[in-house]
């Protein structure tokens, strides 16, 4: 009987290696402008056509040869029954279990004067007990006191001007346009023409713009494994043992969370172009589609994903995708997987939920911002890549955009406060899902966790806490404890995290800022234009978002993001006005009369303190600061208008929306908190000092 050749051999591991790589040349692809194709649409259709056709012919045309036909049939019978024994019989590999851990547990937006008062009223025992057990003190945060500026120092140890991460928002230096702060996605750099469709060469590069070594990498630079669970600003995720990301994780169309409305409804207007009008036939049938991304290879057109939604005993019934299931008012869907098909076997895959607002006569249906499914990634959201998918078969799907919180939404009224408090019980039991079996799986020296929903809920309910905001009377008397409630939550997630704790781990528990309440939006453009910084252009009084009616010959300096002013400066900004000598002067000039600007309305000081770049952010990577940071005075905020470059007319306006509360003003007025289970034997100040507080606390461990 012949035997195998090695060039026979070579050839059958060439065959299984096709086999493998196409399996893994599966596009990558970015959402947004960046499309990328990390693995190249290229290895994908080279990979696919060499393979299918060796696969198909070479290993039968061999074992035929070599064995005749029934005998070739038995090899491979064999050789599938080996394949299959190996698979379900390796070894499993059990960790260790880890003794001796440090946890790190973060609440976004947890303030110590709620914290106390509810600790005091009995409302927080595990927060009180962890006090009195280790200790507890207020946690000074960044400047200005945004959650991505503040995470990025608690990551890395260092101050803005060294991470580089200084608002939710930057201004882009050829364009004055804001962008987002947190991550960049770079456009892939060539394109070919093949076809008529336009195939990406290389893969755009995502990339995290906090600069520095967050403590975790630090961590396991000594040798110790940390998990990190929806941290902000951990997009794309650091290369550890186990990551998932946080804020900064876009939505399929590579915004931070774009919904989508369907209705019957006649539209009054056609500027949101997320809500669509559709017209049943007499049976009441809609046919419709979804805008989902960019078409990666035909420029400017973007895929569909077709639906129907149909009438059905109080509720609908929808088909999407190949599934079909009914949906009563006010529910929400369970997650929907969508495949917006490219070209062959590339496709892009997400996942959405679907809220009917209203059913018929009168049809209103919601659909969530479109996820990335962990099981099918388009852009890498954990450590290692697998691990998104990991979770989800432990926990079942879950939300993965930065922000899932709906909160815009329900800023906007789309959705009401039961539907966004249904998302936030959605998304934190998601998280302590996540959690708990990270503590419980004990394979790891470090674990590190932030739930945000202390956060979002305090924004959007804050109304109903604060008795002088102008929606306090018209917030619902069910809804108007949910600030009190997400405080008890949370010391729910306290003491399930410490019953699963050994007695020698060791946990930190700290927010990232606090909280104020917001009556009242400053629009800070307003207020340059009154105080002739900021000019229009000839024969207009205001400009709308995006700066597009000021005369930047004119201008001297502009607001941008949540506490930014930027001066107009010569050779930096696009139409400069202002030379380099002007600048320190103009800034003095304008911190002087900020800082005694007033609320026509009440005399009150709108701007407790102005701070300049220079004082506040030593180091390298302070390009991109604002020149002066405008730390507001309790109860006021800069406006949303204000953050995008609009300057409506009047200087202050009442906030009559329902994101009611707030943090970002003069970071004095809201630090955060810190506790941990063990007193304090050192002096722990800013929130950028708690890298150096866990490493000891690691470094301690392993000389034990
Ligand atoms: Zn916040």
Redesign the pocket.
């Known amino acids: 009987m012949p035997s195998f050749s090695l060039a026979h051999i070579i050839r059958l591991v060439l065959a299984l290696y096709l086999v493998l790589a196409t399996s893994v040349a599966e596009a990558y692809i970015g959402p947004g402008a960046g499309i990328s194709f990390l693995q190249g649409v290229w290895v994908a259709l080279v990979g696919i056509v060499l393979s299918v056709v060796a696969i198909v012919l070479l290993p039968f045309k061999l074992l035929i040869r070599n064995f005749g036909e029934v005998k070739a049939v038995l090899v491979l019978v064999g050789l599938g029954v080996l394949a299959w024994l190996v698979y379900e019989y390796q070894p499993q590999v059990i960790p260790e279990k880890v003794s001796g851990r440090t946890i790190v547990l973060g609440f976004?937006?947890m303030d110590p004067q709620l914290a106390q008062r509810w600790m005091k009223e009995g409302l927080m025992p595990n927060f009180t007990r962890l006090a009195e057990s280790g200790s507890f003190q207020k946690l000074a945060t960044t400047n200005p006191a945004?959650?991505p500026v503040a995470w990025s120092s608690f990551a890395t140890g260092t101050g803005p001007g060294e991470h580089g991460v200084f608002d939710f928002l930057r201004r882009s230096t050829d364009t004055y346009v804001p962008d987002f702060s947190i991550s960049d996605t770079q456009p892939t750099k060539y394109t070919v023409d093949l076809f008529g469709l336009k195939i990406p060469s290389d893969g755009g590069e995502i990339i995290n713009r906090r600069i520095g070594e967050p403590f975790w990498m630090t961590a396991e630079k000594t040798g110790l494994n940390a998990v990190v669970l929806r941290v902000p600003v951990t997009y794309p995720p650091d290369p550890i043992y186990h990551m998932l990301s946080g804020m900064g994780v876009p939505d399929l169309l590579g915004s931070q969370g774009t919904y989508s409305i369907f209705t019957t409804e006649r539209l009054e207007s056609t500027e949101n172009r997320r809500i669509k009008r559709v017209i049943p036939d007499q049976n009441g049938l809609v046919e419709t589609a979804l805008v989902g991304p960019d078409n990666p290879i035909a420029e400017g057109k973007a895929l569909l994903q077709p639906f129907t939604v149909e009438p059905a005993p109080r509720g609908v019934q929808i088909n999407i995708s190949g599934k079909s299931f009914g949906l009563k008012e006010g529910q929400w869907s369970d997650w929907v997987g969508v495949d917006f098909d490219v070209l062959g076997p590339l496709h892009i895959s997400g996942m959405l939920r679907f809220l009917l607002l209203q059913t018929y006569p009168v049809l209103k249906l919601y659909v969530s911002p479109i996820h990335i499914d962990p099981y099918d990634p388009a852009v890498p959201i954990s450590s290692p890549p697998g691990f998104a998918a990991d979770l989800a078969d432990k926990i079942g799907l879950y939300h993965t955009i930065g922000m899932p919180e709906e909160t815009w939404s329900l800023n906007e009224d789309q959705i009401s406060d039961e539907d966004y408090l249904a998302v936030i019980r959605t998304t934190l039991a998601e998280r302590e899902a996540m959690w708990y079996s990270a503590l419980e799986a004990h394979n790891t020296e470090l674990a590190v966790a932030v739930f945000v929903q202390t956060?979002?809920v305090?924004?959007m309910f804050y109304r109903g806490l604060d008795e002088e905001h102008p929606l306090h009377s018209q917030t619902g008397a069910n809804v108007r404890g949910a600030v009190q409630w997400i405080y008890q939550e949370a010391d729910r997630v306290l003491g399930e995290t410490l019953r699963r704790m050994n007695p020698d781990d060791q946990l930190v528990v700290l927010s990232d800022?606090g909280f104020a309440p917001f009556r009242k939006a400053v629009h800070l453009n307003r207020w340059l234009a009154e105080t002739g910084y900021l000019k229009f252009k000839p024969g207009q009084q205001d400009t709308d978002a995006l700066f597009s009616g000021v005369d930047w010959a004119q201008t001297k300096a502009y607001a941008l993001g949540l506490n930014g002013i930027f001066i107009n400066q010569q050779g930096r900004e696009p139409k400069g006005s202002v030379s380099i000598v002007e600048t320190e002067a103009l800034k003095a000039k304008i911190t002087e009369q900020l800082v005694n600007a007033a609320d026509p309305e009440t005399g009150d000081s709108l701007v407790r303190r102005v701070f300049d770049r220079k004082d506040i952010y030593p180091g390298l990577a302070n390009a991109e600061a604002p020149d002066l940071v405008v730390g507001y005075e309790k109860n006021y905020r800069a406006s949303w208008q204000t953050t995008l470059g609009g300057t409506p007319q009047e200087l202050v306006e009442a906030n009559e929306q329902k994101w009611s509360g707030?943090?970002c003003i003069d970071p004095s007025l809201v630090p955060g908190v810190l506790f941990t289970s063990f007193p304090l034997s050192r002096e722990v100040k800013n929130i950028q000092d708690i890298p150096d507080l866990i490493l000891d606390l690691l470094e301690a461990r392993i000389d034990d």
Request: glycine content about 10%; overall charge negative; charged content about 35%.
């Open positions: 976004d937006g945004q959650s956060d979002r305090s924004h800022h707030d943090h």
